[in-house]
């Protein structure tokens, strides 16, 4: 090809290198179809898991009714996840971090179904009525154990599977399937759950998800990262898992989002554990503890999906975060102060809504933004730490609010649905035994001699939670401050 001159010889070999660098570019970086896979099969194990977490919350009578216990020792069926969250976390920051995203996807996968199987065995016949409780506690801990190598994995799988553009948009699908567990428990438990005999049922039903979920993971995912890397930030080396928890416990910015964070998550598993008890004595029965607690869930992943994409688009990690974390914290106010008051099941089910609706839309938007703030400290560190401060926090806000919980007298609580009144118990606080805490649908050969409980009254559960939420919501909305450090590298990488 002729030129008429220099300049157009040089314009045309600019572009050709140009060229040449793009096609460069395509080859060092590419995504993959089988993402989509690997993240429906973390999906579908943390449905599961989340499906075991809370189904004893929402039929917290009938679970102490069958395994003659107290309304407290159920919510520890609950509680034990938190619990062992907080030192299994490390392990699976440290899990995904060494050994990838495969490795944690089994070990969770695995002892999640192990665990669901040992609960319904607790049901069995050859176990005796004294030891069944130690059976379903052992295998909710075994499963509790599950849970942090399912729920930390969304942002370390995202990072090392997806572009840039649909990194939060992934991480909010893979850590929104948990809280979708938690719905589906909600409705399912109350549905299959009238009287204590059911509680079998429901514990063999819970079985099939986790073992679909085990097979499409054992059989369906291969290798724990793609064959070429999405991004540059991918591709690029990371600080070990103790380098990068030091320098992650020394930047300031993420300590804020730790703490803040954490909270908001605490509160929300607290809220979840005592949904039942707080309706309960305001007039409300078990389904609707189920209904209020299934749509704040429905709405909180409507939420998330779409600060996913908003995110995804403007890059907005911070404003979105403030912004959907103060709405959520008016409305855990807003909550507080309705179910203070009998027959207010609409204005407290409206603001379950509302903190299911921002809540769960910051959830993915902050673990995003500790990944952000922290770069190029390793995904599963962040997110590790971010979800064990939750976990920490949701051990003491439960358990102060089983602590702040009042004795309900029966006279003041005339609408109360938590029990049965009857001529007996009706304006005193003798000890309700658990034989009341049945509905009318129980046989009379299922009434047995229970250990005694209270109505409890989580008013001031309610208050304390709500104070706490505005304070940590002050300190996010007026102290964090950063840069976003991996779509800086990211950036200067492809301008090079």
Known sequence: ????????????????????????????????????????????????????????????????????????????????????????????????????????MLIGSWTNLLGIILRY???????????????????????????????????????????????????????????LGILVSFLVSSAIVSKPSDLPTMLWVYIIPAAVACAMCTLGVHRSTPPTPPTASAAGDHESFYSGMKKCVRNVPFMILLVTFGGGYAIFN??????????????????????????????????????????DRTQAFTPVTKICFTLAVLSIIGMALFTHFDNLGIPVAIFAVGFGLFGFAMFPIALELGVECTYPVAEGTSSSLLQISGQFQGIILILIGQFLAQPLNTMDAPVQQCIPINTTTVGTLAPITLADNVTSATSTTERYQYSPIYIQDMSVPLYVYGGYAIVICLILVLAFRTTYRRIEAEQATNNT
């Open 121 to 179: 065995l607790s049901t069995l016949p050859a176990v005796p009525e004294d030891g069944r409780f130690a059976v379903v506690m052992c295998g909710q801990g075994l499963a509790a154990f599950a849970q942090p190598f399912l729920l930390f994995a969304p942002t370390k799988l995202a990072a090392v599977w997806f572009p840039e553009n649909q990194r939060a948009i992934a991480n909010t699908l893979g850590s929104m399937a948990n809280p």
């Open 270 to 311: 607290a809220l979840s554990t005592f949904m039942e008890q707080i309706v309960c004595p305001i007039g409300y029965n078990d389904d609707f503890a189920g209904l209020v607690g299934g749509m704040m869930i429905a709405f909180g992943l409507v939420g998330a999906i779409i600060a996913g994409l908003i995110v």
């Open 1 to 104: 090809m002729a030129y008429p001159d220099k300049g157009a010889f040089v314009m045309e070999m600019s572009r050709e290198y140009m060229k040449l660098l793009k096609d460069s570019r395509d080859d060092n970086y590419r995504v993959y179809s089988g993402r989509w896979w690997i993240l429906s099969t973390l999906s579908a194990a943390a449905v599961s898991n989340g499906m075991a977490w809370i189904c004893f919350a929402a039929i917290t009578n009938f679970t102490a009714a069958y395994y003659h216990v107290t309304a407290d020792d159920v919510n520890w069926l609950s509680l034990i996840y938190l619990v062992v969250a907080v030192p299994v976390g490390f392990v699976t920051g440290w899990v995904l971090d060494t050994f990838g995203i495969r490795t944690g």
